[in-house]
T-cell receptor, first 113, second 112 residues
Framework: EAQVTQNPRYLITVTGKKLTVTCSQN?????MSWYRQDPGLGLRQIYY???????DKGDVPEGYKVSRKEKRNFPLILESPSPNQTSLYFC????????????FGPGTRLTVT | KNQVEQSPQSLIILEGKNCTLQ??????????LRWYKQDTGRGPVSLTI?????NTKSNGRYTATLDADTKQSSLHITASQLSDSASYIC???????????FGPGTRLSVLP
């Protein structure tokens, strides 16, 4: 089954404790992206990647890191999480040639206390 | 600044009724516009895509329209069902490539 998977789905952590949210897709998509969704603000792009070893900042990259060592994986790293990073996070992937229809993962709800 | 606005913010209708959701954008240059449906607690799923030259596109009971001159799009839902209860998000992509601007969404509730 074609899908985007994220782990963990729920995470509660404390300020400053490094964490990684994994994202994996099995559709051989070139493009992958991370978004955060906050009430009333819609989805905002954090980072995106056009292909392996190619990453770029989105609208709200501060406090986040990403890597794209393999085509299928695009982990999101929070080196020192803060309470303002409490949010719902979505990973998405797409083919570049097919109009960028993005397929979204199920989401990761992160709470930083 | 590139922006996407949606109205109404929320909408409640009875099962079987029709409704229309609005999307206004300032993204330029324009590449395409997508409508996504997002069920509570799940990732968005694409309903339809509109390019510059398209005025209307249907996907079952969903019909999207686009007026590129006024930079407005609408999503019309016909004969609503309880399963239509979700948030509907308008997303505009600029012509430079990778920039997607998401609207805040319209929360639709369909009641029996």
């Amino acid at each position: 089954e074609a899908q985007v998977t994220q782990n963990p789905r729920y995470l509660i952590t404390v300020t400053g404790k490094k964490l990684t949210v994994t994202c994996s897709q099995n559709m051989n998509h070139e493009y992958m992206s991370w978004y955060r969704q906050d009430p009333g603000l819609g989805l905002r792009q954090i980072y995106y990647s056009m292909n392996v070893e190619v990453t770029d900042k989105g609208d709200v990259p501060e406090g986040y890191k990403v890597s794209r060592k393999e085509k299928r994986n695009f982990p999101l790293i929070l080196e020192s999480p803060s309470p303002n990073q409490t949010s719902l996070y979505f990973c998405a992937s797409s083919y570049i040639a097919q109009g960028f229809e993005q397929y979204f993962g199920p989401g990761t709800r992160l709470t930083v206390t | 600044k590139n922006q996407v606005e949606q109205s109404p913010q929320s909408l409640i209708i009875l099962e079987g009724k029709n409704c229309t959701l609005q999307c206004n954008y300032t993204v330029s240059p324009f590449s395409n516009l997508r409508w996504y449906k997002q069920d509570t607690g799940r990732g968005p799923v694409s309903l339809t895509i509109m390019t510059f030259s398209e005025n209307t596109k249907s996907n079952g009971r969903y019909t999207a329209t686009l007026d590129a001159d006024t930079k407005q799009s609408s999503l019309h839902i016909t004969a609503s069902q309880l399963s239509d209860s979700a948030s509907y998000i308008c997303v505009v992509r600029d012509n430079y490539g990778q920039n997607f601007v998401f609207g805040p969404g319209t929360r639709l509730s369909v009641l029996p």
